[in-house]
């Protein structure tokens, strides 16, 4: 937490002034400012525990869910909006990631409408960014596969496919 007050603090300041048990200075400034408003995005990742729920309401604007609470990712994203909201950012639009359940066929390839199926549930569940680690590792293989598992994500989602 020590760390992510003095990093917003000279991400915000134009002369930044700090002072803390452990560390205290005055007239620092540090260029290039982020070109965020408030500074770098914090992504906050553990499992549900007090110090987690308190780090993510304080300084995140996201979560990685971790641990059991990867399988039933809504309860803790709850947490987190009411944890956001008394501590009065409420307003802050969390961020949160997990993988993407990948569903292979018979032939042990990636079968992306069965892939697709979870993904309504998971955002309604408020998660808003996927992780995919089925991704080949040649170039030309990688982005033909991602070319197909992106037109298939984006209707799934409510987006055109364009």
């Not at 260029?31 to 906050?44: A, D, L, N």
């Not at 979870?118 to 808003?128: D, K």
């Amino acid at each position: 937490d020590h760390t992510l007050e003095v990093c917003q603090t000279v991400w915000r300041e134009t002369n930044a002034h700090y002072s803390s048990d452990e560390l205290q200075f005055s007239n620092i400034h540090q260029m290039p400012k982020p070109r965020q408003p408030g500074g770098v995005p914090i992504w906050v990742s553990g499992t549900l525990n007090r110090r987690v729920i308190e780090r993510v309401a304080r300084f995140g604007s996201g979560w990685i869910p971790w641990g059991d609470d990867i399988a039933d990712p809504a309860k803790g994203i709850r947490l987190m909006r009411d944890a956001l909201e008394a501590a009065g950012r409420g307003d802050v639009k969390l961020q949160v990631t997990t993988a993407l359940p990948a569903v292979k066929g018979d032939d042990g390839e990636l079968d992306l409408d069965r892939t697709m199926e979870a993904v309504p549930a998971l955002v309604e569940a408020g998660i808003t960014d996927f992780r995919v680690y089925a991704v080949p590792s040649d170039p030309s293989a990688a982005r033909d596969f991602l070319a197909r598992l992106v037109a298939a994500f984006r209707p799934t989602v409510g987006r055109s496919s364009a």
